[in-house]
C-alpha cells in the first residue's frame, strides 16, 4: 500500500516538470524492491521468479510516467490518473505473485 502511495506522490510531484519515465521507474522500483525487503526483515530470493515480479512492475510504473507525462494537462486530470495509477499498482502487486 505505501508503495502504490509513493508512486501517486512521485507522479503528481512529477506531472510539471520534465520527466525521464525509464530512468525514474527504474529508480521507483530499486527503492520500492529495498524497502519491500526491509519490512519483511528477509534478504530477497533473487530467481527468475523475483526478477520478473520486479520487471513487470517496473514497466507498469514506467508506463504510469509516461501517461502522466503525456496526458496530464490539468492538475484535476493528474490527480484522476494517478489515483488509478495507484490503484492499479497496488491490484498488481498484490496478485502479480499469484500469476506468476
Sequence with gaps: MLEAFVLSFWAVWSADRELYPLSESLWFTIIAAFF??????????????????????????????IL??????????TLLLTAAAGIGYFHLALHLPDWL
Aim: charged share 15%; proline share 2%.
Design 36 to 65: 519491500r525487503h526491509l519490512a519483511e526483515w528477509e534478504m530477497p530470493l533473487v530467481d527468475g521468479r523475483w526478477v520478473a515480479f520486479n520487471s513487470v512492475l517496473w514497466l507498469y510504473t514506467a508506463l504510469v510516467f
Design 68 to 77: 502522466i507525462n503525456r496526458l496530464s494537462s490539468s492538475f484535476i486530470h
